[in-house]
């Protein structure tokens, strides 16, 4: 068994990606990367893989309090200082502290402000009434407003906070990679999470997506731990109901996929110490309860309308992306057919200059770190179906891919911001798959790495061509 993150694969997986920026950027030179860009993405792409390689190594020795005590601590100061950093930055290029094309961000903002000033004039009512019960949203709008009512409505705090949460997201995963897969694979996983491209860029936002994937990862994280105990501690298994319940006010789909995972997860597990047959039921009891609650509501409601209009939706989107001014008219033919082969290994970096994807171009290097490390993820699911271990880690893969399947048949199929969810658990299995590197599977690598390159080449000329740049 591997117990780190070995160096013939970081080592590839940088010189691909150079290579792929080479190629892009001759092939299309009137459409080449800017070089501030470039640096981004080299700084994502050798910072992750190099530093994956290195500590995974020097702390794979280390006893369990030594190394979360240093995970969080790194997790902490990469975060604090890109928060920083990327509050300087933003200011400097867009003239506010707020990312390029930040519609969301500063409506979030704002909404909390003016729910902040319906509070104190004791107008709550106003507020209610022009949210018409959009749960996705109120959640992450009302945790603002309460930090806003505490602390002021100063930007960089939030974000502070962001990076405090995320650091803890890191510990968590931690935590679950290890009780599901041994000591080694949470190392890894953990440092994966740490130098993760992704969940340290979105600290330096103020969109939910940092507090949705602590809140994801919490709820995984304690309803395993359901899952694999003999009884039901009432106290674990409130916490775990009210973490999932929380999630249906960050994204509603999200907080149904949580459900039927735990409830998967709970009636289906053959592990060891699994909970006996009477207290399932007495679960699945507590399940429909829940269910028939929601059941007629605006939650209901909402969950039922995006899968009755999921086809349309994903139809027309793509139908106005094709007519849009700045759109790409290759748009059209896009839909699940396409997106659903390829949705675990999805999104594909932008190598390409697209004037109006300025935060793809920013980070290009993180969509390429999820293109890679997807190979360990899809070693770890042939190594499960083989042991025929599916059923002891149920709860993880029922969560994976009903949220995989959501996203395959939505118009937000290919955007990373909503695939953000899901890459905690894409990270533990990516970990668990290095971990299980041997010679006969190392052979695999290279073909992959070949068809990434077609993809990722492939996406890059159809974006190029859908807007008229060949």
Not at 21 to 32: E, G, I, K, T
Not at 97 to 126: M, N, R, T
Request: net charge positive; hydrophobic share 50%.
């Amino acid at each position: 068994m591997t117990t780190f993150f070995p160096k013939y694969f970081t080592k590839k997986a940088i010189q691909l990606y150079v290579m792929l920026l080479v190629v892009c950027s001759l092939a299309l030179f009137n459409r080449m990367l800017p070089l501030h860009w470039v640096a981004f993405g080299l700084l994502e792409v050798i910072g992750f893989f190099y530093f994956a390689n290195l500590l995974s190594k020097h702390w794979a020795t280390l006893l369990s309090p030594v190394f979360t005590q240093k995970l969080v601590r790194m997790a902490l100061l990469l975060r604090g200082s890109y928060v920083l950093f990327s509050y300087m930055f933003y200011t400097q290029m867009t003239g506010e502290p707020f990312e390029f094309e930040a519609a969301d961000a500063k409506g979030y903002h704002e909404e909390a402000i003016w729910l902040l000033s319906l509070l104190k004039a004791d107008q709550l009512p106003v507020y209610l009434a022009y949210s018409k019960g959009n749960y996705s949203d109120m959640g992450y709008v009302a945790y603002l407003t309460v930090l806003y009512s505490v602390f002021g409505d100063g930007i960089l705090l939030v974000r502070l906070i962001k990076a405090v949460l995320s650091a803890y997201t890191c510990l968590l995963i931690y935590r679950l990679a290890s009780r599901n897969f041994g000591e080694s694979t949470g190392k890894i996983a953990g440092i994966l999470a740490l130098l993760s491209p992704n969940l340290i860029y979105y600290c330096g936002l103020h969109l939910k997506e940092t507090e949705m994937v602590f809140l994801t990862i919490f709820f995984l994280e304690r309803a395993d731990l359901l899952i694999r105990s003999r009884q039901i501690p009432i106290p674990l298994l409130a916490a775990v109901l009210l973490l999932s319940l929380s999630l249906f006010f960050f994204r509603t789909v999200l907080g149904a996929v949580a459900m039927a995972s735990l409830l998967l997860g709970l009636l289906l597990y053959s592990g060891r110490g699994k909970i006996g047959l009477g207290k399932k039921v007495g679960f699945g009891v507590v399940m429909v309860g829940l269910g028939l609650l929601l059941q007629g509501g605006r939650i209901n409601a909402e969950i039922d309308r995006y899968w009755g209009d999921r086809d349309t939706n994903q139809q027309l989107s793509m139908q106005a992306r094709a007519n849009s001014k700045s759109g790409n008219s290759l748009a059209t033919y896009g839909n699940a057919a396409v997106f659903g082969p390829l949705i675990l290994l999805a999104p594909f970096p932008t190598l390409v200059n697209i004037d109006t994807q300025q935060n793809q171009m920013l980070l290009n290097g993180g969509y390429y770190t999820r293109n890679i490390f997807a190979f360990f993820v899809l070693l770890s699911l042939v190594i499960f179906w083989k042991r025929d271990i599916i059923r002891e880690h149920l709860l993880l893969l029922s969560f994976l891919f009903g949220y995989l399947a959501v996203l395959a048949t939505s118009k937000f199929a290919l955007a990373e911001r909503f695939h953000l969810p899901i890459l905690p658990v894409l990270l533990i299995f990516a970990a668990f798959g290095i971990t299980q590197l041997d010679k006969k599977n190392v052979q695999y690598f290279t073909p992959y790495l070949v068809l990434i390159s077609v993809l990722i080449l492939a996406w890059n000329f159809f974006k190029v061509a859908g807007r008229g740049g060949l």
